[in-house]
């Protein structure tokens, strides 16, 4: 049978008779890889949380978040096609949405996942072509990345993602992984996202803490907060979107990289 079949990333067999006409993303930095695919036109839904590109906010019918969802305003839409992601999205919406419609669920945790993803979609919507272009930009610009001259010792960092819980990024996590990339030393050694204290986190020692800019909205308020506890550690905010957003906005995420790297190593930040 002729048609498009690929395998998702949690292991779902999806197949499609012709390229996705009518696509329902409820991943952000999924969604401005579709707008980058030049699907404008079949994108027909989003989260209030994809916020790139800002004008489909307008153009498209907002679901729900990433969490909960409006069902009865994705039924409406009738997609042939909803792009979900592990992390992102409940296991339980995920299963209700795949009992009527084609879900294809990302699952990232390192360039070669996000490839694979890009691959897939550009499969899946007929835009195969302009997927192989993004991809081949990306890997160009972590070449890139891969020249900047890591300190020696490495620099230790702790990446704060949410505050009242703190909460930081740990191991296997695409967070952490990017760190890596990086060549910075992620002080959190736990897995996922764990809740950890002033006091351990003092006993870590890190050189700076990266504040991000998302999901929680930090600001210099906290850097001054923060100062109070730990005064011989730097504290920047960074831009959550070029160290969590796995679409194609790693194109843009190694220069940002760089020279966040070369304003640390030069202590002019």
């Known amino acids: ?27 952000p930095s999924q969604t401005e890889l579709l707008y980058d695919l030049g699907l404008g036109n079949e994108v027909v839904g989003i989260t209030k ?21 409006h069902l009865d305003k994705i039924h409406r839409l009738q997609p042939d096609l909803i792009i ?14 795949q009992a009527q419609y084609s879900v294809y669920v990302s699952d990232i945790s390192y360039l070669d996942d996000t490839f694979r993803m890009m691959s897939d979609i550009g499969a899946l919507t007929g835009a195969y072509e302009k ?18 001259k890591p300190s020696e010792p490495p620099i230790k960092v702790a990446y704060c993602i949410w505050r009242d819980p703190w909460m930081w990024a ?23 996202y764990p809740e950890i204290d002033w006091a351990e986190m003092k006993r870590f020692s890190p ?29 920047i905010l960074v831009d959550g979107e070029y160290f969590s957003w796995y679409g194609s906005r790693l194109i843009k995420a190694p ?13 002019t930040l």
């Not at 979900?84 to 949405?97: G, S, V």
């Not at 997927?131 to 900047?148: N, R």
């Not at 990086?182 to 996922?192: E, G, T």
């Not at 990266?210 to 550690?233: A, D, G, R």
């Open 1 to 27: 049978m002729e048609g498009i079949r690929v395998k998702d990333q949690i292991g779902n067999d999806i197949f499609l008779d012709k390229p996705a006409e009518r696509i329902v993303s409820l991943v």
């Open 49 to 69: 949380f994809c916020v790139h590109p800002a004008d489909w906010r307008k153009e498209k019918v907002i679901v729900g978040g990433t969490k909960n969802h």
């Open 84 to 97: 979900a992601n592990k992390e992102e999205n409940t296991k339980q919406l995920i299963e209700k949405l």
């Open 131 to 148: 997927s192989k272009s993004i991809i081949e930009s990306i890997q160009l610009g972590f070449d890139g990345l891969k020249k900047v």
């Open 170 to 192: 740990g191991k296997d996590t695409f967070i952490n992984y990017l760190l890596d990339l990086c060549q910075v030393k992620n002080v959190v050694k736990k897995d996922r």
């Open 207 to 235: 050189d700076y803490i990266f504040l991000s800019s998302e999901p929680y909205p930090f600001k210099q308020k906290h850097i001054e907060e923060i100062k109070t506890i730990l005064p011989n550690t730097r504290i």
């Open 255 to 267: 220069l940002y990289f760089i020279s966040l790297l070369n304003q640390i190593h030069s202590n």
